[in-house]
T-cell receptor
Framework: KNEVEQSPQNLTAQEGEFITINCSYSVGISALHWLQQHPGGGIVSLFMLSSGKKKHGRLIATINIQEKHSSLHITASHPRDSAVYICAVYNNNDMRFGAGTRLTVKP | DSGVTQTPKHLITATGQRVTLRCSPRSGDLSVYWYQQSLDQGLQFLIQYYNGEERAKGNILERFSAQQFPDLHSELNLSSLELGDSALYFC????????????FGPGTRLTVT
């Protein structure tokens, strides 16, 4: 079993839909990152969380440390949100990555 | 544009060869991280340097080495290359030691033939 599990693996949505991507981890962490990887390969860091909730535009990330779970929400999804979303956890100077969730938003 | 630069963008080489990948961090960032992304393994953390010193080591093979220079740029050296080393190699930088937000470079795509 991977230390970082993401679900779903693939997600297709219609433009405007509310999206949720989940990340569960099995190790203690000091922080969790959500990354976005565009079809061209570039990676952008969306959020870094150690507790609570963060919001940036249409993106919201939450983390529950006790339950070892984080969610990334996208409100009013748009085709430009189509990308792979990757959860990464930081623990003891080491980072572990989820396998990613491939999101496709159709117009 | 993250402010992190990586060269070269693409590299094609043969098995057994040695290559050097270069990364320049964002202005002001002291930490550099190297990651490997292959089709079968996904993203993996290789190594982190902070202000010239090795800070953390992940799944870095003994055939691979890295260093960070006084001007804070970093190089990742890959030697005795194997077909399985074909991957995207990303570097990222951050202000200090983790857990700070990281800024990723565009990556170097290495193909070993």
């Amino acid at each position: 079993k991977n230390e970082v599990e993401q679900s779903p693996q693939n997600l297709t949505a219609q433009e405007g839909e509310f999206i949720t991507i989940n990340c569960s981890y099995s190790v203690g962490i000091s922080a969790l990152h959500w990354l976005q990887q565009h079809p061209g390969g570039g990676i952008v860091s969306l959020f870094m969380l150690s507790s609570g909730k963060k919001k940036h535009g249409r993106l919201i990330a939450t983390i529950n440390i006790q339950e070892k779970h984080s969610s990334l929400h996208i409100t009013a999804s748009h085709p430009r949100d189509s990308a792979v979303y990757i959860c990464a956890v930081y623990n003891n100077n080491d980072m572990r990555f989820g396998a990613g969730t491939r999101l496709t938003v159709k117009p | 544009d993250s402010g992190v630069t990586q060269t070269p963008k693409h590299l094609i080489t043969a098995t057994g060869q040695r290559v050097t990948l270069r990364c320049s961090p964002r202005s002001g960032d002291l930490s550099v991280y190297w990651y490997q992304q292959s089709l079968d393994q996904g993203l993996q953390f290789l190594i982190q340097y902070y202000n010239g010193e090795e800070r953390a080591k992940g799944n870095i093979l003994e055939r691979f080495s890295a260093q960070q220079f006084p001007d804070l740029h970093s190089e990742l050296n890959l030697s005795s290359l194997e077909l399985g080393d074909s991957a995207l190699y990303f570097c990222a930088s951050s202000l200090g030691t983790a857990p700070y937000e990281q800024y990723f470079g565009p990556g170097t795509r290495l193909t070993v033939t």
